[in-house]
């Protein structure tokens, strides 16, 4: 079987938002935020994995999409936490790095999709 970059990538990543989740509401007490950024941090992956499972290739894109869109969104949920002090620079910075990754790529497969469908 092919390795699937963007499945193993979001995978990891819903990963280290689960961690950042616990960590928020264990040791910052940060219940509503903390909440967004699991739900659109883990999503990402869950799409992708929907759209793996597509029966079409216009299915396959709007999972696809979904993620993207999942992924912008978890982007502004960190910055938001940078920006209130919940997480520090280094933390953002590590998390940040990634989610742009996984934009930068799901991007790419969009616009090649979209050239095919």
Known sequence: MKENIIQQKSFLFAIRIINLY????????????????????????????????????????????????????TIYWLKLLKETDYITITEFKSVFVEAEEICKILAKIIITLKGKI
């Open 22 to 73: 616990k960590h928020l509401t264990a040791k910052k007490k940060e219940f509503v935020l903390s909440k967004q950024i699991l739900r659109c941090g883990t999503s990402i992956g869950a799409n992708i994995e929907e759209s793996i499972g597509g029966r079409s290739d216009k299915e396959f894109l709007f999972k696809l999409e979904l993620s993207y869109k999942e992924a912008r969104e």
